[in-house]
């Protein structure tokens, strides 16, 4: 079946560290986006990317690194210089298009400080 | 700037009593209109959009939307809610030619036995 694949699913981080989540999707889309969700604020947009090798910063992109090097793969990294990293971590993808399409997400990643 | 307001953060409601989630957006220009359904640590799936057509969309688990153009409303409907719709809901907008999609903040359905 094809689907969005986050990994791990439990992650922590200590302090000062750098830690990468893993975007993997297999359904041939041409967009995909990095989310963080926190209790009561909804989503919020971290980085997106319409194509391999080009990404955009979205609301809140500081602290926060991605590539795109694949297409079918959208890394984030959470660097230390993101004070307040606890959150749920949601990645998606979308069929190119002029926005008519709708998201699709994987299970997320829910990362906390050691 | 499109924007997402959901009127309720939290909506209870006994079982097989009908629901309404309530959503307004703000946009200058054509919009699509999309409804997500979050359950507990994981991700949203689609329940339901809005591109054109019938202003009444029908999507899964028995839910619908009645997109409102006059009053920049995409409010969803449940007649007879169950147990296991427990969940949060998000309402999400995007403009025409937008890359991006805006969400409101979430309204968490509680169902009551």
């Known amino acids: 079946d094809g689907g969005i694949t986050q990994s791990p699913k439990y992650l922590f981080r200590k302090e000062g560290q750098n830690v990468t989540l893993s975007c993997e999707q297999n359904l041939n889309h041409d967009a995909m986006y990095w989310y963080r969700q926190d209790p009561g604020q909804g989503l919020r947009l971290i980085y997106y990317?319409?194509?391999?090798?080009?990404?955009q910063k979205g609301d809140i992109a500081e602290g926060y690194s991605v590539s795109r090097e694949k297409k079918e793969s959208f890394p984030l990294t959470v660097t230390s210089a993101q004070k307040n990293p606890t959150a749920f971590y949601l990645c998606?993808?979308?069929?190119?298009?002029?926005?008519?399409?709708?998201?699709?997400f994987g299970d997320g990643t829910r990362l906390s400080i050691l | 700037a499109q924007s997402v307001t959901q009127l309720d953060s939290q909506v209870p409601v006994f079982e097989e009593a009908p629901v309404e989630l309530r959503c307004n957006y703000s946009s200058s220009v054509s919009v699509y209109l999309f409804w997500y359904v979050q359950y507990p640590n994981q991700g949203l799936q689609l329940l339901l959009k809005y591109l054109s057509g019938s202003t009444l969309v029908k999507g899964i688990n028995g839910f619908e939307a009645e997109f409102n153009k006059s009053q920049t409303s995409f409010h969803l409907r449940k007649p007879s809610v169950h147990i296991s719709d427990t969940a949060e809901y998000f309402c999400?907008?995007?403009?025409?030619?937008?890359?991006?999609?805006?969400f409101g903040q979430g309204t968490r359905l509680t169902i009551n036995p």
């Open positions: 999400a907008v995007s403009e025409w030619g937008a890359q991006k999609l805006v």
């Open positions: 990317s319409q194509i391999v090798n080009d990404f």
């Open positions: 998606a993808s979308r069929m190119g298009g002029w926005g008519n399409q709708p998201q699709h």
